[in-house]
């Protein structure tokens, strides 16, 4: 016989199978069932989906002070030893994906807890592009752990919850709470819960087929920044003495860096570089929405270590579809930074020799940080 | 070009050019790994155990914090970043108040900033406790020695997060400081519980260094893992212990002292191998370090206001004139900044453009160009030594 | 007829009562380990936790059984029973007491090299069968890492023999209570022996710091990643069985089997006594230390351990040719 599962899925439960078809032993299974419920909420094996903050309380839980093991839970690496799924953190759309995946390889019987605010509702970031508002939009959970991040104890106390659960859901008695405790004063996820029967099986159908895909990787550049040669310079000089002297700039306003042109801005770079400004501490790009065409104000900074750590800074303004020359033949450290810019602003950079997205999804629509983008854009089926 | 590096990528490996029955193999590490510190993948190509090419991605913890800076006032953001770097939220909190302040031109009061000093270092030990832990962890396995050390740094650890849930009423994230100064006063008789954790856990720290750091199987995984020399270490923008460890002396809190650090002078920890073994030697010495600094700065507090004598009854408005301002931060990390733009005028209580410079994010950037050559065992040592903590790197 | 009726009585209860002291070291274990570590340990189901291991035995029969996509099916449901059907019947051999004893083959040392030697094959096939790169690489360095220790483990064994000039096990424990403990007498050489013989036991059966097939921080779960329910829960308690299985082994060979210190109330019990006290010391290891690259575990056995066993060899040799005789 097949044991059916709360998502109305049947799977093959061994034991089961074997003991029915020896003729009078329904009596004995009877008693064997209090037994294995007996057993399943005493040996609660964890898979911690630990993704951010709340997964530091998770391991917490598990150290000395709380310890989880007293009741018998250890925590698995795989999900296929593991009996709870413990969502611990904030679930991205970027990650959605391999979470469901994750909770499709864990075997029945499995429940879920939602640990912390971001796994229950998506905390403040609930409304933001990224985020999924609330794992249940994507798998059935069985208790929530309030809190930002909830305290260990109360991750304990959630565990036992869980254990009077499933022994009541054994003995008939469980039944569903009546009302969501958020939805009359919140108001619900697009993607409804997975509970909610006007939920579109549609989303359910997509959810597992993206979650099923191998992801997809754009094949990546290549680089060498040791390769350029630094422009010589003779004496340290002054920061702003610099710009006025060698690159004519004049205008130093006393609450913002002074504007470089943009042909001379790599050069500026190998300068600064070969004057032992060698750490790369910014590059942040900021949009002005303006009716010609969108302008780019890209700022960049530098440190020099032996000098205290002396920040040089320096703005460059990009008109409408300009685009501005890549620093990473100079720093290393310009590969990431103006990968994270040209993701999230969409500046585009010359010669970068791996301009992919590094932040969000390679398939994503547009740049979350332009001012005119919206922030709760939807992303369907996750958000 | 240098030997010891060869780069990301190396002639032999192209990978476009790899010949289909070379006998390489390619690893999915994460994003969902026991020892990936957070949700991080790395794309491993290998040859049998070894690596031959590393290639990161990160974003897997995307979630648009500096979009919801833009939407919120500048009071309202200091919540927010907590939860960026979640292992040391006090520094978090530090790096965004103080550019936020050097936007709006606020004083701090001086026992705020001595204040902000004993948090920070506090925190910094915790920090550096959880780091001991994990990396033990990622050596020792979840059912090895390593879970002994986690759990005995974590135990260290609380203690710490008591005393901060004694000020902040928060055990893990504090909301404590405000643009001009801080939220909640020190209460009466705490120096005497922080002198107490000190000492507890300065006669421990012998224990767990014979434990991880002393030990044989220690320095056999450690020493000459995952060397960044200086070059590369600069090249990347790598800061705090992992460049220090690379024979670098930069810290911010001796070289351009902020809060009260130029009262409280610094002994900067160094190292010159640039291993993970170095890069542990210097993170051990600044936990003895800051244990210093904690005790030094709460026997010199200065008495009088956190907030320029007032208490904050009611949410401040403020506005700034279009503008931009950068603050970084010696954090546990490295140095953590905010790069704000203020947009002025009518859009000036909230910051225009606010950036959080994540020194996860660069220590991340050099796996690329340490892990070829390295074995699959050591992929977790070396991630474990950059001490990366993802919730910063994707924000 | 009579053999058949003693095998299959002895088999029984060898099997009953190893897979029960099993359960209950593992339950052992984890309560030594969470004293070890400040913490209390299961405390809830039972008294002092100690029906720990019939919840988790229950649990692990009721989970649902996965294949993985491309896994080789026949091969995969073989390998758990494998490994604990070989770890159950090196036990065989193993003389408990003077007449507790399974089979009191002549060449029981063979015996129980072989059956550990064969042990590797079961996990390769668990690592291979998964389809599992974690696995995979679990399996594979499972392999490299069981030939290699099971030189010095041969050796060792090998120093036994030459020093007892017997083969059989219970042989080897009536001539070490006429001439007192391998462990002990000759001094130096003996202990040596004995250390170096329990090293290549806890690599045999993949302890810290010798288990790097299954490095939980690197290879996800080794060779069990894809094994759910019950296989796993045979392959998890397959390796606790060897381990408790090679405590005995080594207790008979080296420290004298059932005979107590000073022939003081030799019997059973102190059979038990001495295999309990090297399983946890086992775990009391596995608890305490950090774990080895694959390659500086190599090396470890190939430059330092093979050659030292070689040399004890030799000299048990000389000490029977010159001593002994
Ligand atoms: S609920 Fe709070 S503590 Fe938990 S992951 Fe979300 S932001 Fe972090």
Same mark, same amino acid.
């Given at each position: ?383 | ?29 994460? *994003? ?6 957070? &949700? ?5 190509? $290998?040859?049998? @155990? !070894?690596?031959? %090419? =590393? ?33 040391? *939220? ?6 965004? &108040? ?5 936007? $709006?031109?606020? @004083? !701090?009061?001086? %026992? =705020? ?51 901060? @849930? ?230 | ?325």
């Amino acid at each position: 016989m097949a044991v059916i599962d709360e998502s109305g899925q049947a799977y093959d439960h061994p034991l089961y199978t074997t003991l029915l078809h020896v003729p009078g032993l329904s009596v004995a299974v009877a008693s064997l069932d209090q037994l294995l419920t007996w057993g399943a909420k005493n040996a609660l094996y964890i898979f911690p989906m630990a993704t951010s903050c709340c997964g530091i309380e998770f391991m917490a839980t598990a150290a000395a002070r709380v310890d989880i093991d007293r009741i018998g839970s250890i925590v698995r690496a795989t999900p296929r030893q593991a009996d709870v799924m413990v969502i611990a953190g904030t679930i991205t759309v970027k990650m959605a994906p391999k979470v469901k995946r994750l909770w499709d390889q864990m075997p029945e019987p499995k429940w879920a807890i939602a640990m912390g605010s971001c796994a229950i509702s998506g905390d403040f970031y609930r409304d933001l592009y990224p985020t999924v508002p609330g794992i249940d939009t994507i798998l059935p959970v069985d208790v929530y752990v309030p809190g930002c991040p909830p305290d260990p104890t109360a991750l304990m106390h959630g565990m036992l919850r869980l254990q009077e659960k499933i022994a009541a859901k054994q003995a008939g008695t469980w039944r569903a709470p009546e009302v969501r405790p958020e939805t009359e004063k919140m108001h619900g996820p697009a993607v409804r819960r997975i509970d909610d029967p006007e939920r579109d099986p549609a989303i359910s159908a997509e959810q597992s087929r993206q979650a099923g895909l191998h992801s997809f990787d754009a094949p990546e550049g290549e680089l060498d920044w040791r390769g350029a040669e630094p422009v010589p310079v003779q004496a340290a000089v002054d920061f702003n003495t610099l710009l006025a002297e060698r690159f004519g700039i004049e205008d130093f306003p006393a609450d913002n860096a002074p504007i470089v042109p943009r042909d001379r801005h790599l050069e500026l770079a190998q300068t600064l570089k070969a004057m032992d400004y060698s750490l790369l501490i910014y590059a942040v790009a900021t949009h002005y929405p303006k009716p010609e065409g969108d302008t780019f104000e890209v700022a960049y900074g530098l440190r020099n270590p032996s000098m205290g750590g002396k920040l040089a800074q320096w703005r460059v303004i990009l008109q409408s579809g300009e685009s501005i020359a890549s620093l990473a033949s100079v720093f290393a450290a310009a590969d990431w930074q103006e990968r994270e810019q040209y993701d999230l602003v969409g500046v585009a950079f010359d010669n970068h020799p791996d301009l992919r997205r590094i932040m969000l999804p390679e398939d994503w629509q547009g740049h979350p940080l332009r001012r005119d983008y919206a922030a709760d854009t939807a992303c369907r089926p996750w958000r | 070009m240098n030997a010891r590096h060869p780069g990301p990528t190396t002639d032999r490996y192209r990978l476009e050019q790899m010949d289909a029955d070379a006998d390489l193999m390619v690893l999915n590490f994460g *994003p969902q790994h026991p020892s990936t510190h957070g &949700v991080f993948r790395i794309k491993l190509i $290998l040859d049998g @155990e !070894v690596v031959v %090419r =590393a290639i990161p991605y990160a974003g897997y913890l995307h979630r648009g914090v500096e979009k919801l800076l833009e939407k919120l006032t500048f009071a309202q953001g200091v919540p927010i970043v907590d939860k960026n770097d979640y292992v040391s *939220p006090m520094t978090n909190e530090q790096a965004l &108040v103080m550019a936020f302040e050097k936007l $709006l031109k606020i @004083e !701090v009061p001086r %026992r =705020a900033r001595w204040m902000r000093t004993i948090f920070a270092e506090l925190q910094r030990v915790a920090s550096h406790m959880l780091w001991l832990g994990t990396f033990a962890l990622d050596m020792g396995g979840a059912l090895g020695g390593g879970s002994g050390v986690f759990i005995y740094t974590f135990r260290e650890r609380d203690y710490i997060l008591d005393l901060f @849930e004694m000020v902040t009423g928060g055990r893990f994230h504090y909301n404590t400081h405000t643009i001009g100064g801080n939220r909640h006063d020190i209460p009466a008789g705490w120096d005497r519980e922080v002198f107490k954790v000190l000492d507890l856990i300065e006669s421990r720290l012998p224990e767990y260094e014979a434990m991880s750091s002393n030990n044989a199987i220690f320095v056999a995984r450690t020493k000459g893992v995952g060397v960044i020399d200086k070059d590369l270490a600069l090249g990347l923008g790598l800061t705090g212990p992992i460049l220090r460890a690379s024979g670098v002396p930069f810290d911010l809190r001796r070289d351009a002292p902020y809060h009260a650090y130029d009262e409280l002078k610094v002994n900067v920890a160094t190292a010159t191998a640039g291993d993970c073994q170095a890069r542990a030697q210097v993170r051990v010495a600044e936990l003895r370090e800051s244990i210093r600094l904690v005790r030094d700065g709460l026997a010199g507090l200065p008495a009088g206001g956190i907030n320029g004598g007032k208490p904050i009854k009611m949410p401040q408005q403020f506005k700034a004139m279009a503008g931009q301002a950068y603050v970084g931060i010696d954090t546990p990390r490295g140095e953590l900044g905010t790069f704000v733009v203020a947009g002025g005028g009518d859009k000036g209580t909230a910051p225009y453009r606010c950036k959080i410079r994540a020194p996860s994010l660069h220590a991340l950037s050099a796996l690329p160009w340490i892990l070829p050559g390295h074995t699959v065992s050591d992929v977790v040592v070396i991630l474990g030594s950059l001490d990366p903590i993802m919730g910063e790197v994707d924000r | 007829m009579q053999g058949l009726l003693r095998g299959l009585v002895y088999g029984g209860l060898i099997i009953t009562v190893l897979m029960t002291a099993t359960a209950w070291g593992m339950w052992l274990e984890r309560k030594l380990a969470a004293r070890m570590q400040s913490r209390i340990g299961p405390n809830v189901v039972g008294k002092f936790g100690l029906l720990q291991p019939v919840a988790d035995l229950m649990k692990l029969l009721q989970k649902e059984e996965i294949y993985p996509i491309g896994a080789d099916r026949l091969l995969f449901d073989l390998a758990p029973f494998l490994v604990t059907t070989f770890a159950i019947a090196t036990a065989a051999v193993v003389p408990f007491s003077a007449d507790a004893v399974g089979a009191d083959l002549d060449v029981g040392i063979l015996w129980v090299l072989a059956l550990g030697g064969l042990m590797v094959i079961p996990v390769w096939m668990a690592g291979w069968a998964s389809n599992n790169k974690f696995a995979l690489i679990g399996g594979m360095r499972a392999v490299a890492q069981s030939i290699s220790y099971g030189v010095p483990l041969v050796l060792t064994s090998l120093v036994a023999v030459v020093f007892t000039g017997t083969m059989s096990l219970s042989g080897m424990v009536k001539f070490q209570i006429a001439h007192g403990w391998l462990a002990l007498w000759p001094p130096g050489p003996g202990v040596i022996a004995f250390l170096l013989f329990y090293m290549a036991l806890l690599a045999e059966s993949n302890r810290i710091p010798f288990d790097i097939p299954e490095a939980e921080s690197e290879l996800v779960a080794g060779i069990t990643t894809e094994y759910t329910g019950m296989k796993f829960g045979l392959l998890y308690v397959g390796e606790y069985v060897h381990t408790m299985v090679g405590s005995a082994i080594a207790a008979v060979i080296f420290l004298g089997g059932w005979d107590g210190p000073f022939h003081i109330a030799s019997g059973l019990h102190w059979m038990v006594i001495k295999t309990v006290a090297l399983f946890a010391s086992v775990y009391w290891v596995r608890w305490s230390l950090l774990r080895f690259r694959s390659d500086q575990l190599m090396r470890l056995c190939w430059v330092y351990l093979v050659p030292l066993s070689v040399g004890l060899v030799i000299f048990a040799a000389l000490w029977r040719h010159f001593v002994l005789s």
